[in-house]
């Protein structure tokens, strides 16, 4: 999509490990069961015992949105060069915004640096802790093996 800096931190838009190092906070689940969307901060907030704390007595994935570093190769949606999540993302998702949401991450995601603003107007609509989730949310959050 386009270049990236060597030493700038591509981040997951989508993690669901709150506790790994370098975790951001970058919004927040609002919505109803039936169509949850994520509000985004203006500032990304790291991740810490307190805030996470907050989310009690759910998970903290049922209401923060959370980012990290892209684990590349070690992460099952990625085939070595893209991240599959976001492709069948764009593919598979409606467009959830009429205009491109203001994002903190933006700049560093790996969505955005990918898939561009497609990524950008389906995104509000991702849930990492969704226990109402479609069958296409399901199928589409489910790694695939490289080839299919």
């Known amino acids: 999509m386009k270049s990236h800096d060597a030493n700038q931190v591509t981040l997951c838009p989508s ?3 709150p506790e790994l190092p370098n975790s951001i906070v970058f919004g927040i689940i609002g919505g109803t069961v039936e169509n949850p969307r994520v509000t ?3 500032k990304p ?3 810490t015992d307190e805030l996470m704390a907050l989310a009690a007595p759910v998970t903290p994935a049922e209401v923060f949105r ?5 684990a590349t190769n070690k992460c099952l949606h990625f085939d070595g060069s ?3 999540l976001a492709q069948r993302v764009v593919e598979q998702f409606p467009i959830v ?3 491109l949401p203001s994002c903190a991450i933006r700049k560093d995601c790996r969505w955005f640096q990918q898939e ?3 990524a950008c107007m389906r995104c509000p609509q991702i849930i990492t802790d969704n226990y109402n989730a479609s069958e296409l949310i399901r199928q589409v959050s489910m790694p695939t093996t490289i080839g299919e």
């Not at 959370?66 to 892209?70: D, F």
Request: proline share 4%; with cysteine.
């Open 40 to 42: 985004y901060l203006k």
């Open 97 to 99: 915004e009429e205009k």
């Open 116 to 118: 561009g603003k497609a």
């Open 45 to 47: 907030q790291p991740v």
């Open 66 to 70: 959370t980012a990290t570093t892209c």
């Open 15 to 17: 993690s669901n490990r």
């Open 82 to 84: 893209n991240c599959r």
